[in-house]
């Protein structure tokens, strides 16, 4: 038998024990450790940096099961990938607050996250303190979302004139596979919120939007359906396919004649027996019949097989939007896309506020930084100049995305930015012959925006005060 320790006393006698598993664990720490974050980190960034905007590249997934999903939403790809290193770990877990708070930009605030360690990377080895380096990122990213403020615009939300917000959502779209139609799902999408608003509490309840899909069809014919719908055959086929105006009744009880809920047992001996209880059978559902028609309903609908959350929903002004697609993948990417969509409706109701997309926002925080950063006396300057380096990369992911010379783009944008104090001007991603985002109609919610910059610094700042790992090492036997 092999023995787990070794036992030792201290110096009052008292036995304790030494564990032999300690031995074997292994243990990074000091610029070691931070490396090997940074590493782990950067290999997801790489993995999502190609599906950054609207020419971003999908991903396909394959689960155990051989189900495959194809998508570019960084929270499902990160969500679906097999990962084992905690720091990676700790980038799905950022994806996720962003989308749980925001709905979009989910790959950008990975992408932000992922350049900011590999700017600390290139600072530790010049020696600055990660303590430092964590600091001077906490200033820059104050900067940055002070500035957000300054250079924002505002969007008009009103029930009555709905194409301002239907612009911006076309943004949220055009990267999704709404990208053939996205006008009609941006529409769909800014319809269904603003039905379920409350404009006087400035929010939306997304439980009374219902999201369903149906194979059949392309995703032109998805609707927006002031109602609920129920995917239900009729018992019999010879009743009506359509019923307008209907009054509806739904039954919380089978259809069918009551039953003792007691065990029972019947014995049927005789011919007189079986037709006895073949007319209390028929005067029973008779009598059901004719309760149903007395409160004036001419379609019933039973509970079984019949969705509870539908039924609360009936109660109350619920929408469905339905989705038609060739196949279930497709239409599992649109209610992925319509999420994000309806997300981003929401948060403008909260807080009407844009800045301009294209990374037109992203270049004009990195030009503040920097101005910042040249007034700042202490070390913190060089992490302010990397932060704004980090900004700079979602640009230059956009740029490369769309077929251009990263660099060479975003250096000219950025030149152009300076010359005509212009923070609208971002990379033309579509290639339509101008940089001017709000001609474009490129435009992003200011809350996401900052959201997306405070998440990635948080995250980034948690690591690097991360210096002592310890895991369990390999078994000897």
């Known amino acids: 038998m092999t023995s787990i320790g070794t036992l030792a006393f201290d110096k009052y006698g008292r036995p304790f024990l030494i564990i032999k598993d300690q031995e074997r664990k292994t243990r990074l720490m000091g610029l070691e450790a931070l490396k090997s974050h940074i590493m782990a980190a950067k290999a997801v960034e790489n993995t999502m940096r190609t599906s950054l905007g609207q020419n971003g590249l999908d991903k396909m997934m394959v689960d155990k099961d051989g189900d495959v999903t194809v998508t570019n939403d960084g929270a499902t790809i990160l969500s679906m990938m097999d990962v084992d290193h905690q720091i990676a770990k700790l980038m799905v877990e950022l994806s996720k607050s962003q989308d749980d708070e925001i709905g979009d930009g989910t790959t950008g605030v990975v992408v932000l996250a992922g350049a900011l360690l590999e700017e600390a990377e290139q600072l530790l080895d010049r020696g600055i303190h990660p303590i430092r380096i964590a600091d001077g990122y906490e200033q820059a990213a104050r900067i940055a979302t002070e500035h957000l403020d300054k250079i924002s615009a505002s969007v008009f939300v009103d029930i009555k004139e709905t194409e301002p917000l239907i612009q911006t959502e076309k943004t949220t779209l055009g990267s999704k596979v709404y990208n053939s139609c996205h006008r009609q799902m941006a529409k769909i999408a800014v319809n269904a919120v603003l039905t379920v608003a409350d404009m006087a509490r400035r929010d939306g309840d997304f439980e009374l939007i219902k999201v369903e899909g149906k194979v059949g069809g392309g995703l032109k014919d998805t609707k927006l359906i002031k ?227 405070s998440l990635a610094t948080q995250m980034v700042r948690m690591i690097l005060k991360i210096d002592d790992i310890r895991k369990p090492g390999e078994s000897e036997e």
């Open 227 to 453: 109602g609920v719908i129920v995917d239900k055959d009729f018992s019999h086929p010879q009743m009506p396919k359509k019923v307008e105006n209907p009054k509806i009744a739904i039954l919380t009880c089978p259809f069918e004649p009551p039953k003792p809920k007691t065990k029972h047992k019947l014995d049927v001996t005789s011919v007189e027996d079986y037709k006895a209880l073949q007319k209390y059978e028929k005067e029973k559902f008779q009598e059901m019949i004719q309760q149903i028609k007395n409160t004036g309903a001419n379609l019933a609908i039973c509970q079984w097989g019949f969705d509870d959350e539908a039924n609360h929903l009936l109660l109350q002004n619920s929408l469905t939007i339905f989705i038609r697609g060739g196949n279930k993948m497709i239409i599992e990417e649109a209610k992925r896309s319509l999420h994000d969509a309806l997300c981003v409706i929401r948060n403008l109701i909260r807080d009407n506020r844009v800045v301009y997309g294209g990374g037109a926002a992203e270049i004009s925080c990195a030009l503040a930084v920097s101005q910042e950063a040249d007034k700042c006396p202490t070390l913190e300057q060089y992490a302010m100049r990397a932060f704004a380096d980090a900004l700079e990369v979602i640009p230059m992911a956009l740029a490369e995305n769309s077929g251009m010379n990263p660099i060479q783009t975003m250096t000219e944008v950025r030149a152009r930015q300076v010359k005509e104090a212009n923070p609208a001007l971002g990379i033309d991603c579509l290639h339509k012959g101008t940089n001017h985002m709000k001609q474009q109609h490129v435009i992003e919610t200011l809350i996401g925006k900052k959201q997306q910059i």
